[in-house]
Nanobody, 116 residues
Framework: QVQVAESGGGLVQPGGSLRLSCTTS????????MRWYRQAPGYQRELVAS???????NYADSVRGRFTISRPGGGDTMYLQMNSLKPDDTAVYYC??????????WGQGTQVTVSS
């Protein structure tokens, strides 16, 4: 059973920063893509950012320029550095790990709340 675990969420004031982490037990040679999603109350889950095994990154328009996704050394841990946070960024953030086989695994999510 592949494990995926997020950490780093919390309460932050508007304009502040947080760094989320995601660690997986999937062997790194099997990882094709790692992604961050988020889901706010009453809304569908949306893709925030992704990073391929080759290091190609993509971002949702709403976070581009403020969030940075990384996966140092192509290892088993991915990060999401979130700067200039806004109340609209409040959501549960989920990590998704996709294997080359197409199999996907999700974490339990970590709550991010942006409020004064």
């Amino acid at each position: 059973q592949v494990q995926v675990a997020e950490s780093g969420g919390g309460l932050v004031q508007p304009g502040g920063s947080l760094r989320l982490s995601c660690t997986t037990s999937m062997g790194i040679s099997f990882i094709n893509l790692m992604r961050w999603y988020r889901q706010a109350p009453g809304y569908q889950r949306e893709l925030v950012a992704s990073i391929s095994n080759g290091g190609t990154t993509n971002y949702a328009d709403s976070v581009r320029g403020r969030f940075t996704i990384s996966r140092p050394g192509g290892g088993d841990t991915m990060y999401l550095q979130m700067n200039s946070l806004k109340p609209d960024d409040t959501a549960v953030y989920y990590c998704n790990v996709r294997a080359y086989t197409g199999a996907q695994h999700w974490g339990q999510g970590t709550q991010v709340t942006v409020s004064s």
